[in-house]
C-alpha cells in the first residue's frame, strides 16, 4: 500500500490475506497497483483532482476469483455525479487486466470530509 493510501486509511485487501490466497503475491501486487492506477483516471467532473486523492475510496476488496468489491462515497450526498461516479468507478476498475466481477457500494458513513485528501489533491486544489 502506498503512503498515500495509508493517510488517507484505504483498505485495500485480498480476501484471504490471513490464510493462503490463490493468487500469488506478486500477482497480487500487480493488480493493487493497476486498480489504483485505474481509480486515478476519475475526476469528480466538478472537483479537478481524482476520486482516489479526495479520498473517496474506503475500501478496495480483490477476491480469489478476481472479483473486486469497491466501497467508496462522495463529497456529498447531494453531488451532481452521484449517478454516473459509481459506474465510472466499476468500468475503470474491469478495465484493468485479469479482473473478474466489479462490485461499487456506495456509502454516505463515515461521512467524507478534507482531511481524507492527500497532499497530492490539497496541492491541486489549493487547500494548504
Known amino acids: ?13 485480498t480476501s484471504n ?13 500487480r493488480l493493487t497497483g493497476d ?4 481509480l486515478k483516471t476519475v475526476f469528480d467532473p466538478e472537483i479537478p483532482a481524482d476520486i482516489y486523492e479526495l479520498g473517496l475510496i474506503y475500501k478496495v476488496d480483490l477476491k480469489d476469483d478476481r472479483a473486486v468489491d469497491v466501497v467508496m462515497t462522495l463529497t456529498t450526498p447531494n453531488c451532481p455525479a452521484a449517478g454516473e461516479l459509481p459506474t465510472m468507478v466499476e468500468n475503470a476498475v474491469a478495465s484493468v487486466p485479469g479482473i473478474g466481477v466489479v462490485n461499487v457500494n456506495l456509502v454516505w458513513d463515515p461521512a467524507w470530509s478534507p482531511d481524507r485528501m492527500s497532499d497530492e489533491a490539497r496541492l491541486v486544489l489549493n487547500m494548504w
Open 1 to 13: 500500500m502506498t503512503d498515500t493510501a495509508e493517510a488517507k486509511n484505504l483498505e485495500v485487501k
Open 17 to 29: 490475506m490471513e490464510t493462503h490466497s490463490a493468487l500469488p503475491p506478486e500477482e497480487t501486487e
Open 35 to 38: 486498480i489504483v492506477a485505474a
